[in-house]
Nanobody, 115 residues
Framework: QVQLVESGGGLVQPGGSLRLSCAAS????????MGWYRQAPGKERELVAS???????TYADSVKGRSLIFRDNSKNTVWLHLDSLSPEDTAVYFC?????????WGQGTQVTVSS
């Protein structure tokens, strides 16, 4: 059983920054890819950023240039840093880990961008 525990969400003012973390319950090197998704009310879940075992990253167009995903294998943790937040970034953010053809999800952490 894989557990992914997210933290770092909350209320952020427009223009602010946040950093989300996701701690995995097992060796992160077992996952071929880890990523962050988000789901806003009434919308489908979408990929925000991902990082594979080789460290190659991908970003959604909506966050390119103001986001960074990085991992520390020794801590089994992956982080997502977002800058220049706007109300459009308000969503529940989910950590995802892929092992072979299986996807694992965290419970989600709410991020609200509002003044």
């Amino acid at each position: 059983q894989v557990q992914l525990v997210e933290s770092g969400g909350g209320l952020v003012q427009p223009g602010g920054s946040l950093r989300l973390s996701c701690a995995a319950s097992r060796n992160m090197l077992d996952f071929n890819r880890m990523g962050w998704y988000r789901q806003a009310p009434g919308k489908e879940r979408e990929l925000v950023a991902s990082i594979n075992l080789g460290g190659v990253t991908t970003y959604a167009d909506s966050v390119k240039g103001r986001s960074l995903i990085f991992r520390d294998n020794s801590k089994n943790t992956v982080w997502l840093h977002l800058d220049s937040l706007s109300p459009e970034d308000t969503a529940v953010y989910f950590c995802n880990a892929q092992m072979a053809r299986t996807n694992y999800w965290g419970q989600g952490t709410q991020v609200t961008v509002s003044s």
